[in-house]
């Protein structure tokens, strides 16, 4: 089987991406997997966090509003995405070079690995329901999956992590997620257990509350 990385840059917010980034930063520059006798990693770790640095900057920035510090985020998100693009590929090829050790390179990078097939974890869709403050939630069905929701908060600060909070468990694939605030944005995440294992939480995705 071929190894693929799963980073979900798309869907991922910039507060996010920055505690991520740092996270996956930290574990490849203590694993002996990306160490050398090995290929050291492209693009070079200490070349990735000035990026990460200036997105978080960025993103602070832009919270104000203003047409150049807007431009100045989608800059520095942009070269943020394309450096860890790049770094997955890295990572893809220490794994497939190494197919007895390929689950563990990736899971030491601090990154996800597509499952059998190519696939991703589902994606899921989210409106407001008619009942103000809750949202509806709704995932491709998997065969005897249970489904977990999860809601957080929009950060308040870029540098504040994603603060999640359990919204509903159950067996339908559907669910209303209630008691959310009017006029704010929450991000909603969910999961699958299947066969009594709990799968990987899919990348977040963010609606205003109506």
């Not at 979900?8 to 997997?33: C, D, W």
């Not at 966090?49 to 431009?71: D, S």
Request: hydrophobic letters at 45%.
């Amino acid at each position: 089987m071929k190894f693929q990385v799963n980073l979900g840059l798309h869907a991922q917010t910039v507060p996010f991406k920055v505690e991520n980034g740092r996270t996956i930063v930290s574990k490849m520059g203590l694993s002996a997997y990306f160490l050398a006798p090995n290929p050291l990693p492209h693009p070079t770790l200490a070349s990735i966090t000035p990026l990460i640095n200036t997105l978080e900057t960025a993103y602070e920035n832009a919270r104000g509003g203003g047409k150049v510090f807007t431009l100045a985020l989608k800059t520095a998100e942009a070269a943020y995405d394309t450096a860890f693009t790049e770094l997955g590929h890295y990572v893809e090829d220490r794994a497939n070079a190494d197919p007895n050790n390929g689950a563990a390179i990736i899971a030491a990078a601090g990154m996800k690995a597509k499952n059998k097939g190519g696939k991703t974890i589902p994606t899921f869709a989210l409106k407001n329901n008619a009942i103000s403050g809750n949202v509806d939630a709704k995932v491709k069905a998997t065969k005897g999956a249970v489904y977990l929701f999860q809601t957080s908060p929009d950060p308040v600060a870029p540098a504040t992590a994603l603060v999640w909070s359990q919204a509903s468990v159950g067996k339908k694939c559907k669910a209303t997620l209630s008691g959310l605030a009017l006029g704010k944005k929450v991000w909603v995440r969910f999961a699958l257990i299947v066969g009594g294992v709990q799968q990987d939480w899919s990348d977040p995705m963010s609606i205003v509350v109506t």
